[in-house]
């Protein structure tokens, strides 16, 4: 948001930054009249490393400078034609365009490509495309428009990428390739921009001809942890809290089954659930009692935020049930696969195991007290 404010020329107004601030302003507040202002600290500070996620990624990965260079080289031929240019120089517009239309075609191709191609290749390539299109665009007179917007839609992805689980800019494929297209459009000469649309109209018929069947595989047959659409049979209304119209396999649908049968024979009694089971809170009726609604350790990835965590757990120990998942359900798509004692990421499931005392047991289900 501050960035908007920039890239609108607003910086000296007031009201602007007022604007843009007053939701954050009221978040805090919110968290401070609820006196989790320590809580806020502990978490905000928990993820660290700014070069490691925010730029080493980047920087490291050679389709995004591919895509950089392919941008600038993009716009900047759109820029050097002219309407009434001869030779060579007159068709590098047009080459330029249909160059764009096919490294979209080719990368949006891919998104039903296994060992995540498309998120770890193909994403970081059309957000260089957009990021040296950008850059290429300064001093042209469609860069009062093109530039602060590029920005804007570069920085969106470039923030929705950092994670400390997985990064990618593919969240952002779709503002980026509109960015794109608007933005190479737009460098077109202004006797040269109606026809110039024409032709792109005719190139995203032919692209969009070319990638429906692999944006529809994707969207059916590689659904992550999970098995291909037609074998999603059983819905989840009744079982898991909100999930009514959300379709799972066999496997998963009879652990949440269990969870849901559990949580009900504990007859009213305060319960926690320990690792793979955040949604259940979206909707639950009780609130979660501990500190971590998804306690795995990307979540607890400090000695700060696990002693938060364990504190809370023995602060309330015997008075609460804490459950613990038997299976990884990462792989329940696939079967039954036991949870090991040796597993980092469910540290969480492990110290609960050794430090609480076991109630009872289901297929899938160990109630701790």
Known sequence: LPLAVFLQRDARRPSAWAAVMSVPALYLLGLASFGATQDLRTQLTAMTGFQESGLQPYLKAPWFAAGLALGALIAGACRLGQPRSGGPRAALPWTASILMWALLAVAARRMDAGNFQFIDHDAF????????ATLATLGHGASVVAFPAGVFVVALAWCSGISKGYQTPAHAAGPLTIMLILGVLGLFEEGMRARAERVGLACAVVVLAIVTPHWWSARNDHIIHEQTAPLLTHDLAGVLPGGRGIRTNANTHAMLVELRDVV???????????????AWWACAKQRNPLPADWPQSLELCTEELQARFSSSVLRQRGSIAVLVQKAYAVQLSE???????????????????????????????????
């Not at 390539?125 to 040296?132: A, E, H, I, Q, S």
């Not at 195991?353 to 076991?358: D, M, N, S």
């Open 125 to 132: 390539l059309l957000l260089g495309l957009v990021t040296g």
């Open 264 to 278: 009900n024979a504990l007859g009213g009694r305060p319960y926690a659930i320990v690792v793979d089971a955040p």
């Open 335 to 369: 079967g039954f696969v036991p949870l090991g004692m040796d597993n980092f990421y469910y540290g969480a499931a492990i110290w609960v195991r050794h430090t609480l005392e076991r109630e009872s047991e289901t297929r899938y289900w160990v109630v701790y007290r």
